[in-house]
Each structure stands twice: as structure tokens, then as C-alpha cells.
């Protein structure tokens, strides 16, 4: 039997970060409360920037932006590891595996361009306020967002339909929390050396140009904040990009191990652990860090789910 058609036939089997814990069940329990945390921050910051127009604002479109990749993205990986060890069943098709590699490589990608996209918003507001309503008006924020989710889609689907045509026949086992290019290409049963620098390539491509933009434009916001007269507005600019900063460094570390140190550095159950933060922990987080310290936010809640909660007053 063609190789090939065997896989088709069979799927494959996740051996993930849950298989090899001391305390599985405690592992799984602590998954399942981060994706609700997830599902309600991230659902609730949706809510309250469509809902509230003091918050339609470009900083708030793109965070918003945010909160939908990460409520996709976890929602990707979190129900299927929870419910593969509550029912003790870790296969996954052909095809559940390729579209699972599917959306999260288009959502990851996707996310790291537009982090790239929020730090240059806090640029302009930052170092050019007067022009802000000009570099960041309507039309050019949602070009910003399609430039996030296209070439990500594209690319996605491309590298996926790509991977899954390999001869997979070494093993079924992927040991990983999900199906993902670099442990997936160890079951090949071809050579995949050329691939795997094509691999390494769009890792560069699309990890080190964003975080270049990253640091130069909180390089320059620094600059400008070091020399601001006013300690407010200081405080301010520090505590909006501290929390920016926070969540680039959480999903961009685990990233550039992944995708551009080499494999020898890293071991599965590193690249399992390294997945589980940015699949998994940073979701949860992302919305908590960027409007813990946000009154603006905050006011927006109170406001919104005041308008849901006050009684409907009689008319006479």
C-alpha cells in the first residue's frame, strides 16, 4: 500500500503535552480554565470596542483585531486537548490535522503583522499626535487589517497543502499539542531538507521583519516619552506600551525557538511547552494585560453592561 494513502486512511495520533505530565489531570484542568478565560475576556473586549463608540478609535479596532485571532486561535487547540483526555482519544484525521496546521498558522501569522502594525499605531500617537487622525484614518486602518489576514491566509494555505502532501509512514505518533509543520515533517518518509529551509525562510520572513518595526517603533516612543515636560502624559505613554511590550515578548519568544533556532536546539517536549504558552497562555492573557490599567476600557465595560443590565423604564 502507497504510503501516502495509509496516512489518509489512518490520521495521526497527538502525543502531546498532557501524555507526558506528572499531574495530567491537574494540566488539563488548568487548559480548560485558561480557554474559558480566554473565550470571556477576549469575547467581552469584542463586545465592548463594537458596542461603545468612544472606543472606535484605531488603537481599539486593532486591539480588537487581536482579541479575535487570539479567541480564534486558542479555540483551535484548547476544546480538542481537553476533550481527546477526557475521552482518552488522541487521533485527529488527514484532514483535521491539515486544516487544524491551517488556522493556526493563518491566525498566528496574522497576529505577528499586526502587532507589528499595533506598536506602529502607538508610534504615531505617540510621536506625531497632531497627524495622528491622518496616519491612522479609517481607510488605512483596515488596509492594515487586510494586510494582516490575506497574506498570512495565503501563505497558510500554501504551506499546509504543501506539508500534507509528503508520504507520512514512519510513524503516526505527532509528538506535539497539535499538528504543526516541524514535528509533522519528522514522519515524513522523504527527504525534506529543502523544505524545512523554505520553513526556516518564512520564519525569518515573517517573525524578524515585525519585530524589527517592534523595537524601532518603541525605540523611538521611548525617545519621545524620556523627553515629554509632563509626568502624566509620561506615565501614561509608559503604561500603554509596557503592556504591548508585555504581550510581543510572550508571543514572539516561543516563535523565534519554533521557527528559527534549529530543531537540535529545542526538544519536543520544549516545542510542546513553547506551543502551549503561545496557543494557550497568551490568548488568556493578552486582553487582561493590555485593559487591566485601561480606564478607558474599563469605563467602556461599565458603560456597556450598564446599558444591558438597567431596566427598561415604563412609557405612559
Known amino acids: 500500500m502507497d504510503p501516502r494513502n495509509y496516512t489518509l486512511g489512518s490520521g495521526f495520533i497527538l502525543v502531546g503535552i498532557l501524555d507526558g505530565s506528572s499531574s495530567p489531570e491537574l494540566l488539563c484542568a488548568t487548559i480548560a480554565a485558561l480557554y474559558m478565560l480566554a473565550l470571556i475576556s477576549n469575547g467581552l473586549l469584542i463586545l ?13 479596532l486593532l486591539l480588537g483585531q487581536l482579541s479575535l485571532m ?7 487547540i484548547s476544546p480538542k486537548v481537553v476533550m481527546d483526555f477526557l475521552l482518552r482519544d488522541n487521533s ?3 484532514g483535521g490535522c491539515a486544516l487544524q496546521m491551517f488556522l493556526e498558522l493563518a491566525l498566528g501569522s496574522a497576529e505577528d503583522l499586526l502587532l507589528a502594525f499595533m506598536a506602529y499605531d502607538r508610534y504615531v500617537a505617540i510621536c506625531h499626535p497632531l497627524n495622528y487622525m491622518i496616519f491612522m484614518r479609517p481607510s488605512i486602518c483596515w488596509l492594515m487589517v487586510a494586510i494582516s489576514w490575506i497574506p498570512a491566509s495565503l501563505s497558510a494555505l500554501g ?23 516541524p514535528p509533522l515533517l519528522k514522519l515524513a518518509c522523504a ?4 523544505y524545512e529551509l523554505s520553513v526556516y525562510l518564512m520564519g525569518v520572513t515573517l517573525l524578524i521583519p515585525p519585530l524589527a518595526a517592534i523595537l524601532a517603533s518603541y525605540s523611538l516612543i ?16 509608559l503604561v500603554t506600551c509596557s503592556s504591548h511590550l508585555t504581550v510581543v515578548g510572550m508571543y514572539y519568544g516561543p516563535l523565534t525557538v519554533m521557527y528559527i533556532l534549529p530543531s ?18 497568551t490568548p488568556a492573557l493578552n486582553p487582561l494585560i493590555y485593559s487591566l490599567r485601561n480606564k478607558e476600557v474599563s469605563g467602556a465595560l461599565k458603560r456597556v453592561l450598564g446599558r444591558r443590565l438597567l431596566p427598561t423604564q415604563p412609557t405612559f
Not at 48 to 60: E, G
Not at 191 to 194: L, P, Q
Open 48 to 60: 465592548v470596542i463594537t458596542m461603545d463608540v468612544y472606543l472606535h478609535v484605531p488603537m481599539y
Open 159 to 181: 504551506y499546509t497543502i504543501y506539508t500534507m502532501q509528503y508520504p507520512f509512514c514512519k510513524s503516526r505518533e505527532i509528538k506535539h499539542l497539535f499538528c504543526e509543520i
Open 264 to 281: 537540535s536546539y529545542h526538544s519536543s517536549k520544549q516545542e510542546n511547552i513553547l506551543s502551549f504558552l503561545y496557543t494557550i497562555v
Open 70 to 76: 487570539d479567541l480564534l486561535l486558542t479555540s483551535v
Open 191 to 194: 527527504d525534506t531538507s529543502k
Open 222 to 237: 521611548l525617545f519621545t516619552v524620556l523627553n515629554m515636560p509632563s509626568n502624566e502624559g509620561r506615565k501614561k505613554a
Open 92 to 94: 485527529i484525521t488527514f
